[in-house]
Nanobody, 121 residues
Framework: QVQLVESGGGLVQPGGSLRLSCALPGIVFGAYEMGWYRQSPGKERELVAAVSRGGRPTYYRDSVKGRFTMSRDNAQRTVYLQMNSLKPEDTAVYYC??????????????WGPGTQVTVSS
């Protein structure tokens, strides 16, 4: 199994910001396209953003365009999701995992615990 360690979630007011991190210490990190996903209660997990091996954005969900920015640091084997102008509908558990080269969903065969993001006043 691939170890995925998400962090950075929390409770934030609408309009606030959070920066999520995900470390993958046990893989050849630079060999994989990566994505951030989220899942809200009663909904399926959805891809939010994806980047190429070199960090080029390959996908942003329409609802987060202009507000979220995904990046990666291959030396640190870490991906980030900067979330600004947060809305209550962004409330979910956020996960990182693989993505496809074309910016579609994929996974390593397992998922980490995720990090909870709650946007509420």
């Amino acid at each position: 199994q691939v170890q995925l360690v998400e962090s950075g979630g929390g409770l934030v007011q609408p309009g606030g910001s959070l920066r999520l991190s995900c470390a993958l210490p046990g893989i050849v990190f630079g060999a994989y396209e990566m994505g951030w996903y989220r899942q809200s209660p009663g909904k399926e997990r959805e891809l939010v953003a994806a980047v190429s091996r070199g960090g080029r954005p390959t996908y942003y969900r329409d609802s987060v365009k202009g507000r979220f920015t995904m990046s990666r640091d291959n030396a640190q084997r870490t991906v980030y999701l900067q979330m600004n102008s947060l809305k209550p509908e962004d409330t979910a558990v956020y996960y990182c995992n693989r993505a496809t080269p074309s910016g579609g969903p994929s996974d390593f065969g397992n998922w980490g615990p995720g990090t909870q993001v709650t946007v509420s006043s």
